[in-house]
C-alpha cells in the first residue's frame, strides 16, 4: 500500500471530496461578491429639463405649453433610459420637491451656481443632472445634460445634442442620443 492509499483510506474520499467542493463553494461566493460589489450603479438624481427659449416674447402661449409638455416628456425618458441600462440607479426627486421649487421659482436649475448639488445632497445621491434644452427657433434646438458629482462639484458628464424641428419625435431622438452619449463615456457612467 503507497503513502497515497494510506492517506485516502484513514481520511476516505467522500471527506476529501466534500472539502474540495466547500473550498470551491466559498471561492465562488467570494467572487459573486467582490463583483457585485463593483458592479452596482452610482446612483443619481436626473431633474426636470428646462426649457430656454431665445424668443419667448416672440412665442404663443400654445407652443410654450407644448415644449413644456415636451421637457417633461424627455425628463421622464432620460430617467427611465438611464435607470433601465443600468448607467446610474435614478432616484426618486419628490422628497426634495419643496426645494427644487423654491430654487426654480428663483433661477433655472442649470445655471443655479450650485443649487442643484444642495438637491443632490438633500437625496442623498452621487451624482446631480441638470438638462436643458435651448430653443433658437423652431428648426433649431439643442437639448443639454451635465452630471456632477455631489460631493465635490466636478462636471463628470456634460454633452449637447442639436434637433432639427421642433417635435415630439425630434426631442425623443436628442434624449436618446443623450443617453448613448452618457453610455459611451466610462468616466461618467460608471
Known amino acids: 500500500m503507497t503513502v497515497r492509499d494510506s492517506l485516502f483510506s484513514r481520511i476516505g474520499w467522500r471527506r476529501i471530496l466534500r ?8 471561492g465562488a461566493a467570494l467572487c459573486t461578491v467582490s463583483v457585485t ?17 431665445d424668443n419667448a416674447q416672440y412665442s404663443e402661449s400654445a407652443a410654450a405649453q407644448a415644449e413644456q ?27 426634495a420637491a419643496s426645494l427644487i421649487d423654491g430654487f426654480k ?4 436649475l442649470n445655471a443655479c451656481n450650485g443649487c442643484e448639488l444642495e438637491i443632490g445632497r438633500r437625496l442623498g445621491v452621487q451624482r446631480v443632472g441638470v438638462c436643458w434644452v435651448q430653443k433658437v427657433s423652431n428648426l433649431i434646438l439643442n437639448i443639454n445634460l451635465r ?31 443623450l443617453v448613448g452619449l452618457l453610455a459611451a463615456d466610462p468616466d461618467a457612467a460608471h
Not at 19 to 26: E, F, G, K, P, R
Not at 37 to 53: E, G, H, Q, S
Not at 70 to 93: C, F, P, T
Not at 105 to 108: G, R, V, W
Request: proline residues 2%.
Open 19 to 26: 472539502a474540495v467542493l466547500h473550498a470551491l463553494a466559498a
Open 37 to 53: 460589489v463593483f458592479a452596482a450603479p452610482r446612483t443619481a438624481a436626473l431633474l426636470d429639463c428646462a426649457v430656454i427659449d
Open 69 to 95: 409638455a415636451r421637457a417633461a416628456m424627455i425628463s421622464e425618458r432620460l430617467r427611465s433610459q438611464v435607470d433601465g441600462r443600468g448607467l446610474y440607479k435614478v432616484a426618486d426627486n419628490r422628497p
Open 105 to 108: 421659482a428663483a433661477q433655472d
Open 147 to 177: 452630471i456632477e458629482d455631489t460631493a465635490s462639484g466636478q462636471v463628470l458628464f456634460q454633452r449637447s445634442v442639436d434637433m432639427r424641428g421642433n417635435t415630439d419625435q425630434s426631442w425623443r431622438r436628442g434624449a436618446d442620443a
